[in-house]
């Protein structure tokens, strides 16, 4: 029997959960506030109400076209989460289903991948990059990125994998079904919410990705990360303008996030409540 919760409780926790989540979102709320203002009122000092002026967008506008790198960034985000996926699947489809005594060995040391600083390897990443002329490319930052997150992928599909039960997959193969049919038509359509929460966190993570992103790329393949950079120079930072920039990149992932929050929550939680 579940425990009765008083109403004052409720109250008290959902007060709670506002506070908390208001903390969180302030810094985006108080950007978006600011690419409102002139470059006057946004270096006057803190204030909630803006002038309501657009210059700033119509200046980022005037400075760099919005939509290229808008394009290159949902180029490398959503292919370098299709390949991820791609590579993924099958990888934790067999440590999930067919684990040897390494397995567990292999995961730990993918996960201490992401554990080395990013400027430790930003060198011979570089190197490399140069010498096979993937620099300031789509498809050079694509197959980064997929490398990056890679391990993140296979983890969590790892764990949604984990909670299929291994009958229905021996059933199916009584039946005749392939490897491939197997996780084709069995595997896949059984993880769909876990499937869809890693494709969602892992888009976000490369949409945000800003250390490789600026240091791969130049003009041709540079995403929006290296948008809102450009518009910190020598002669200081222009708040009102980089604040525009900022939300001009925020808003199409905020939006995703919000329309697929249900998904996301539902895959996150997969497995967790039988």
Do not use: C
Not at 173 to 191: F, K, Y
């Amino acid at each position: 029997m579940a425990r009765a919760v008083s109403t004052r409780r409720k109250v008290v926790f959902t007060v709670a959960a506002w506070i908390v989540a208001l903390i969180i979102f302030f810094p985006i709320l108080y950007t978006i506030i600011t690419s409102f203002k002139s470059e006057t009122e946004a270096i006057a000092g803190f204030r909630l109400i803006p002038s309501g002026t657009l210059e700033s967008y119509a200046a980022v506008q005037g400075q760099y076209n919005y939509f290229r790198p808008f394009f290159n960034s949902v180029v490398i985000s959503v292919g370098s989460t299709l390949l991820a996926l791609l590579i993924a699947i099958p990888a934790a489809w067999s440590m999930a289903f067919s684990p040897t005594r390494r397995t567990k060995d292999i995961l730990m040391w993918m996960l201490s991948t992401k554990m080395m600083p990013a400027v430790a390897v930003l060198f011979p990443i570089y190197i490399i990059f140069r010498d096979l002329g993937l620099l300031d490319s789509l498809f050079g930052l694509t197959v980064m990125l997929t490398m990056i997150n890679l391990p993140i992928v296979v983890w969590m599909l790892y764990t949604y994998f984990r909670e299929i039960p291994g009958e229905i997959l021996e059933a199916s193969r009584m039946d005749g079904a392939s490897l491939w049919n197997e996780i084709v038509h069995v595997l896949t359509p059984m993880a769909v919410p876990g499937i869809a929460s890693t494709m969602l966190l892992n888009i976000i993570l490369a949409w945000n990705e800003a250390f490789w992103t600026i240091r791969l790329t130049a003009t041709n393949a540079a995403p929006l990360t290296a948008f809102i950079s450009s518009f910190s120079s020598p002669q200081g930072l222009f708040w009102a303008k980089l604040s525009a920039a900022s939300t001009l990149a925020i808003a199409p992932i905020l939006i995703m996030g919000w329309f697929s929050q249900k998904q996301l929550v539902r895959g996150l939680t997969f497995g967790a409540v039988k």
